[in-house]
């Protein structure tokens, strides 16, 4: 046929070949967009109308011929439409929540978000035989492949430990309803019901998707579509323990970027877990609560030796075997006194805080609770509190409590503060975390009884608490407040340094 030729008049349809191989839509491991089922364009007519295609593809193919109704003879020049998950033509909805069905395929991106155009032109040669026009989709989502791996802490390779979604933070819009094509100035526009925040769920076999040592695209590749722009971004990866039923989140941040259309950037996403090695102690012993009896030791019996589950118990723990045991608790101190040994003692270099400067940490430290993912004793743990330095809380003082009045070391009182935001919005971000030191939910000894560990961190102070009894000061929190109050010497609670 002559190559200039002005498509047929006489029918009331036109066919639109897509051509291979970078055209929709969904992403094959290369980067590579594919059709898939469903897949619908949409194209004005001679009369300015919107018609959609009347066929689709039935399964995923990188070419496609669609039939559209209508008029189209009055030029060589048609835009076509593809917007993906969307009400109607020209409108996309990039959504903020995004399911994906398997490990390494990006099939759900059209039902996420991505959509896009381009111009058709009239067939020639050859091809005019066949179709009308010819077309090649440019996309105007911007896509983030993540494939998370973690080098640092093979406790997070294991088989039962799994990443069960993805959350996406952002400091402006990346998902929103009703977003217009606008091919004028080559962008999406608009939009209502706009969010900062996306979510990947896994929704396939299984209990999620594993996290290998290095990073391994078929394991475990997650893609989620983003509207194109400058954005900053905070990533929460949630990961599940299934043996332990424990779930927590490593947070990665990514500075400033301009994320483009058309475009899948691979994020890097190696997630650092830090292992943690608690030593508890009853309030001012000379050894620890477990001494010769902790969880690594050769020849480990449960049941006898040290716990690391929640409601586990083990028989030799202090005081059990009689008097002269010294993982004991001080009694020698009486309602009014600091503590002697080690990190007890005010005089030694590193010690833990008194009285009246926990009371400082606890009213003034702007405390945050972090379900930050973290390991300890063999097993996966989530969840801690932030708390700001001393150097960066105004007034700050050893000699009184947070009141400016009391001596806590002198008079009985306790100081708790509910205001603390366990809010995934308001968690600190890195540029803020040197301001502040971190303390991991430990849990509590209590007798033979392990408690709390994940939910709630128990750290003693150097006080005695004046209100008698064989008690002294300690600092408690969980998801939902902190406090230093007074509590039996017994317990098995942490004992360090601050910061």
Request: a negative charge; charged letters at 20%.
């Amino acid at each position: 046929g002559d190559s200039g030729k002005t498509p047929k008049t006489d029918k009331n349809f036109a066919t639109f070949s897509s051509v291979a191989p970078d055209t929709r839509t969904t992403m094959s491991p290369t980067g590579v967009f594919k059709w898939e089922a469903g897949d619908r364009i949409f194209v004005k007519d001679d009369k300015g109308e919107w018609q959609l295609s009347e066929n689709t593809p039935t399964s995923e193919t990188a070419t496609f011929d669609f039939i559209v109704p209508g008029k189209f003879s009055a030029s060589k020049n048609y835009t076509v439409y593809y917007a993906g998950n969307s009400a109607g033509p020209g409108k996309v909805h990039i959504e903020k929540t995004q399911f994906q069905r398997a490990p390494n395929n990006a099939n759900h991106v059209g039902q996420a978000g991505d959509c896009g155009w381009g111009v058709a032109t009239a067939a020639t040669g050859a091809a005019a035989d066949r179709v009308d026009f010819i077309f090649k989709i440019d996309h105007k989502a911007a896509f983030l492949k993540f494939t998370p791996y973690c080098g640092n802490n093979k406790l997070l390779n294991g088989d039962k430990v799994k990443l069960t979604n993805i959350e996406i933070f952002s400091d402006n819009d990346i998902a929103g309803n009703y977003f217009t094509l606008d091919p004028a100035n080559d962008q999406i526009t608009g939009g209502i019901a706009k969010d900062t925040l996306i979510n990947l769920l896994f929704t396939g076999e299984g209990d999620g998707f594993p996290i290998p040592a290095v990073a391994t695209s078929e394991a475990n590749a997650c893609y989620v579509v983003i509207l194109p722009g400058t954005h900053t971004l905070r990533v929460r990866f949630r990961i599940k323990d299934l043996e332990t039923v424990t779930t927590g989140y490593v947070t990665k941040e990514y500075p400033a970027f301009n994320y483009a259309a058309n475009t899948v950037y691979n994020m890097p996403s190696e997630l650092t877990v830090k292992d943690y090695s608690p030593i508890y102690y009853m309030w001012d012993a000379k050894r620890p609560y477990w001494f010769r009896h902790e969880w690594n030791k050769e020849g480990y019996v449960y049941g006898i030796d040290q716990p690391t589950h929640s409601g586990g118990h083990g028989d030799e723990y202090p005081g059990a075997s009689g008097s002269g045991d010294n993982r004991y608790y001080n009694t020698d101190i009486g309602d009014v006194g600091e503590g002697t040994h080690g990190t007890f003692n005010p005089a030694s270099p590193q010690h833990v805080p008194n009285a009246n400067e926990m009371s400082w940490y606890v009213m003034y430290g702007d405390p945050h609770w972090d379900e930050e993912l973290w390991t300890a004793m063999g097993h996966i743990h989530s969840g801690g509190v932030w708390i700001k330095k001393k150097a960066n809380i105004s007034g700050f003082r050893s000699d009184l409590a947070a009141d400016n009045e009391t001596d806590m070391r002198t008079t009985n009182k306790s100081f708790s503060n509910t205001e603390v935001p366990n809010d995934r919005y308001k968690h600190l971000f890195l540029s803020e975390k040197p301001n502040y030191f971190y303390l991991p939910a430990f849990g509590q000894y209590d007798g033979e009884w392990f408690h709390h560990i994940s939910g709630s961190g128990y750290y003693w102070t150097s006080s005695a608490c004046p209100w008698g009894g064989e008690t002294a000061y300690y600092l408690n929190f969980g998801g939902g407040g902190i406090a230093v109050e007074s509590g039996s010497r017994a317990r098995g609670n942490l004992a360090i340094p601050f910061e």
